[in-house]
């Protein structure tokens, strides 16, 4: 069983930043792609970034040179650093992990920013 948890959601001020964390407990043997989408009010949940095996990444056009995804392979952990946050930026954070054919969601982390 695969448990994702994340961490670091907040409210601030536009122009700041934040970093989220997402961590992958449980019997982990292989992640194939670790992900970072959100959902705002009214709208479908998006992808925000992905980090591929072998170290890929994949950004949002509205992210681009803002966001940036890493991840510790040695903790199963991931990250997303966010910089310049703009208003829209507004949204419930998910973390997706694929581990052994499946997807595995975190509860959600709401990202607040004011203008």
């Known amino acids: 069983q695969v448990r994702v948890v994340e961490s670091g959601g907040g409210l601030v001020q536009a122009g700041g930043s934040l970093r989220l964390s997402c961590a992958a407990l449980g019997s982990i043997f292989s992640i194939n792609a670790m992900g970072w989408y959100r959902q705002a009010p009214g709208k479908q949940r998006e992808l925000v970034a992905n980090i591929i095996n072998g170290g890929t990444t994949n950004y949002a056009d509205s992210v681009k040179g803002r966001f940036t995804i890493s991840r510790d392979n040695a903790k199963n952990t991931f990250y997303l650093q966010m910089n310049s946050l703009k208003p829209e930026d507004t949204a419930v954070y998910y973390c997706?992990?694929?581990?052994?054919?499946?997807?595995?969601w975190g509860q959600g982390t709401q990202v607040t920013v004011s203008s």
């Open positions: 997706n992990v694929h581990h052994g054919g499946y997807n595995y």
